[in-house]
């Protein structure tokens, strides 16, 4: 008779599987192949996401820029990832360690639900998730960080909650907003003096979106709006009646009229 855990299956059965994968509960194997601390500056990190809650549920973001150093690795990385139909993940850090276990949560969420005929708890899949960032912590004392944000709708206390997390696997409930990354800081500081918890939806994704473009002017490691590339943030309302993935041509068109309302505030300041 198995658990619910889809990697404790992996482990019992298909080990091999495991070993072919950089993720896993020691991280033995991707450290030996890095081996030194040096090869880190090889990996490319992503950064910046958030999360914040609104009237009607929380919504979830990031940018899509992932860097080596100071050099761009990549413009179009998917930062932000649906979980199930309540909840989503945000993911910043080592891209290939963030994505792979994005990837496994999900997985691991589907998994439980088929044996158990039952969606696991809000509260039961942060704790899922914590667990595996503990086991994830060799890799992360070795610089392959896995910092996330976990984001969804309660059904049982009918509002959306976000989690925050450390290397660890420490969990903490923020009750408004967060941010994490290299812009993070900068992101939570136009959260911090714009944010209201009773905001329609339309005002929230347009602060979510101008915390983002603020983190990409003071951060060089987080990517703005993309105009030319036709290359935005990824964002999704995580609501009552499900996750709702926002357009690239909403993103755009609030872009556009926050940076023309932008320009119109600097030319009144030049005359």
């Known amino acids: 008779m198995w658990n619910s855990s889809f990697y404790d299956f992996l482990t019992s059965q298909y080990p091999n599987m495991l070993s ?32 914040m809650k609104y009237r009607d549920g929380v919504i979830i973001a990031g940018d899509r820029m992932a ?40 997985i691991e969420l589907e998994h439980y639900e088929k044996l158990e005929g039952m969606h696991l708890t809000l509260d039961g899949k942060a704790n899922k998730l914590s667990l595996m960032l503990r086991g994830n912590l060799p890799l992360a004392m070795q610089g392959l960080i896995v910092i996330p944000i976990f984001a969804g709708y309660d059904l049982s206390k009918n509002e959306g909650r ?7 696997g420490g969990r903490y409930e923020e009750t408004e907003y967060y941010s994490t990354g290299s812009g993070g800081k900068d992101a939570r500081s136009t959260l911090k003096k714009l944010y ?28 703005g709006p993309d105009m030319i590339r036709g290359i935005y943030p990824t964002l999704k309302m995580i609501r009552k009646t499900g996750i709702v993935d926002l357009d690239e041509e909403t993103i755009e068109t609030v872009y556009k009229r926050m940076i023309a309302n932008r320009q119109k505030y600097h030319k009144k300041e030049k005359q």
Not at 85 to 90: F, H
Not at 203 to 222: P, Q, V, W
């Open 196 to 223: 209201s918890a009773d905001m329609p939806e339309d005002k929230a994704i347009s602060l979510a979106l101008e915390a983002l473009y603020d983190a990409a002017e003071e951060d060089i490691g987080t990517g």
């Open 67 to 106: 860097t080596e150093g100071y050099q761009v690795a990549a413009r179009r990385v998917e930062k932000v990832y649906r979980c199930d139909d309540y909840s989503a993940i945000a993911i910043s850090g080592a891209a290939g360690a963030c994505i792979e276990m994005a990837r496994l949560f999900q």
């Open 20 to 51: 072919q994968s950089g993720l896993n509960h020691t991280g033995d194997n991707l450290a030996n192949n890095l081996g030194h601390k040096e090869s880190i500056k090889n990996v490319p990190f992503g950064t910046t996401v958030l999360a």
């Open 162 to 168: 976000i989690y925050k997390y450390d290397i660890t």
